[in-house]
């Protein structure tokens, strides 16, 4: 059974750091692609940033562009999302999500196939 757990979520403030955690087990992901999106009141879903778990290639979404950075750890089956110059509208519940045996880059939620339970990040001005 796959699983994902987020962490390191809380509050911070503008211009502050923050980096968040996902856990995952339950199958080898060497052939999986980890995303982070995230989802503020009212607002859809909206990606944030990927990472291959074989090759590490990453993608970003311009807003976050420069100012957040993707890694895994492979020994550890751990993705990070560390969060820098963080802004009031970085606001978020943010979830990772896994989309298995694929070397696509998909920005919409519909093709991931496993959710973690996401973790709040919220940033004052």
């Known amino acids: 059974q796959v699983q994902l757990v987020e962490s390191g979520g809380g509050l911070a403030q503008a211009g502050g750091s923050l980096r968040l955690s996902c856990a995952a087990s339950g199958r080898t992901f060497s052939r999986d692609y980890m995303g982070w999106f995230r989802q503020a009141p009212g607002k859809e879903r909206e990606f944030v940033a990927g990472?291959?778990?074989?090759?590490?290639?990453?993608y970003y979404a311009d807003s976050v562009k420069g100012r957040f950075t993707i890694s895994r750890d492979n020994a550890k089956n751990t993705v990070y999302l560390q969060m820098n110059s963080l802004k009031p509208e970085d606001t978020a519940v943010y979830y990772c999500?896994?989309?298995?045996?694929?070397?696509?880059?998909?920005?919409?939620?519909?093709?991931?196939?496993?959710w973690g339970q996401g973790t709040q990040v919220t940033v004052s001005s």
């Open positions: 990472i291959h778990w074989s090759g590490g290639s990453t």
């Open positions: 999500a896994i989309n298995v045996n694929t070397f696509v880059v998909h920005t919409t939620s519909s093709p991931y196939d496993y």
